[in-house]
């Protein structure tokens, strides 16, 4: 399975924390788990296979991890794990390091080395996504990335906010992916993380070239997917966003075997499609449909959606109106 979704709601009422930690235990690494809601344990995880990587989301309540010593020693996956808190708070013990983390923020944790990890959920729940990464497909030297473990990192930078953006998105997408886009998907996880990494130890430079420029693109498919709405959006704009030439920008896309003009075309009309199918804009005029999404022309969007999609908006709208 590429994707594996567990529910402890699944379960009878007595065995939802067993069944929890069992399943956390084989997706994660294996440790101890206690928590003060282990009679009734409702939470949620998704793994998604990735690749060589492997992205995890998880919703519990409060709880209390451990992996000791002796564990490590009985089973070691050599993992870094790069851990996103999206909800409440987190903290975590590794190597005489501690964090508290709150919701925004990243740390990242060794699965060589005993850890402990406490979620505080509150009346709410913690919610984590995680990608696993193992050490030996880091480019980055072991013991300057053990610096950083258990300590809070920030994910308002640039590159932490592609980060994010980027494991939220595969979390909550990835059932609804193919195989081999995960894989590639899967390494483009190992570039961002170690760019974050890099970033945190002002080791850029250390990174290879192949993967900063696919760190790269996607620092540029954001940027686009940001100001798809805006008439101004083009080649030009996007390179001098990017601190890049036009010809390099360019090169970049005819590697992802795409163009510039091309790809904003796309991504336009599938946030025009979307909108037509909304029937909370049935009232808006197709045409500013259009150029709510930079296609203020109307010849040039009916013609470009028909292309498309083989009919024109108001077609593809007077069907979804008619559907279920």
């Known amino acids: 399975m590429v994707v594996t979704e567990f529910r402890t709601?699944?379960?009878?009422?007595?065995?939802?924390?067993?069944?929890?930690?069992?399943?956390?235990?084989?997706?994660?690494?294996?440790?101890?788990?206690?928590?003060?809601?282990?009679?009734?344990?409702?939470?949620?995880?998704?793994?998604?296979?990735?690749?060589?990587?492997?992205?995890?989301?998880?919703?519990?309540?409060?709880?209390?991890?451990?992996?000791?010593?002796?564990?490590?020693?009985?089973?070691?996956?050599?993992?870094?794990?790069?851990?996103?808190?999206?909800?409440?708070?987190?903290?975590?013990?590794?190597?005489?390091?501690?964090?508290?983390?709150a919701p925004g923020d990243l740390f990242v944790y060794d699965t060589s080395h005993p850890y402990e990890a406490w979620g505080f959920a509150g009346d709410e729940r913690v919610e984590l996504t995680v990608v696993h990464v193992p050490r030996a497909a880091l480019?980055?030297?072991?013991?300057?990335?053990?610096?950083?473990?258990?300590?809070?990192?920030?994910?308002?930078?640039?590159?932490?906010?592609?980060?994010?953006?980027?494991?939220?998105?595969?979390?909550?997408?990835?059932?609804?992916?193919?195989?081999?886009?995960?894989?590639?998907?899967?390494?483009?996880?190992?570039?961002?993380?170690?760019?974050?990494?890099?970033?945190?130890?002002?080791?850029?430079?250390?990174?290879?070239?192949?993967?900063?420029?696919?760190?790269?693109?996607?620092?540029?498919?954001?940027?686009?997917?940001?100001?798809?709405?805006?008439?101004?959006?083009?080649p030009q704009v996007i390179a001098d966003a990017n601190y890049i030439s036009l010809r390099y920008l360019h090169r970049l896309f005819e590697r992802d075997g795409r163009t510039v003009a091309g790809w904003i075309r796309t991504r336009r009309l599938e946030r025009c499609r979307r909108d037509l199918e909304d029937p909370g804009l049935y009232h808006h005029p197709v045409c500013k449909i259009g150029a709510r999404w930079g296609m203020a022309n109307a010849s040039d969007f009916n013609r470009s959606f028909r292309t498309a999609y083989g009919v024109p908006p108001g077609e593809w709208r007077r069907v979804a109106q008619r559907s279920p």
Not at 47 to 55: A, D, E, M, R
Not at 149 to 161: D, H, K, Q, V
């Open 9 to 101: 709601d699944d379960l009878p009422v007595a065995d939802r924390f067993a069944g929890w930690c069992e399943v956390v235990s084989q997706g994660l690494a294996p440790h101890i788990t206690t928590s003060d809601d282990a009679a009734d344990f409702r939470a949620e995880l998704r793994v998604i296979k990735s690749g060589l990587t492997q992205v995890s989301f998880l919703s519990c309540p409060s709880l209390h991890s451990r992996r000791t010593l002796q564990l490590v020693r009985k089973s070691d996956p050599e993992l870094y794990q790069v851990v996103v808190c999206m909800r409440q708070k987190t903290a975590l013990s590794q190597r005489r390091s501690y964090a508290l983390v």
């Open 139 to 234: 480019p980055l030297p072991a013991n300057r990335v053990d610096g950083l473990l258990a300590r809070a990192l920030s994910g308002s930078s640039a590159i932490g906010s592609i980060l994010r953006s980027f494991l939220t998105s595969l979390a909550n997408r990835g059932p609804a992916l193919r195989a081999p886009d995960l894989a590639r998907l899967g390494s483009t996880a190992v570039d961002l993380v170690t760019a974050y990494l890099a970033h945190n130890l002002d080791m850029s430079r250390a990174v290879p070239a192949e993967s900063r420029d696919r760190v790269l693109l996607v620092a540029i498919y954001a940027f686009i997917e940001k100001h798809l709405s805006e008439d101004y959006l083009a």
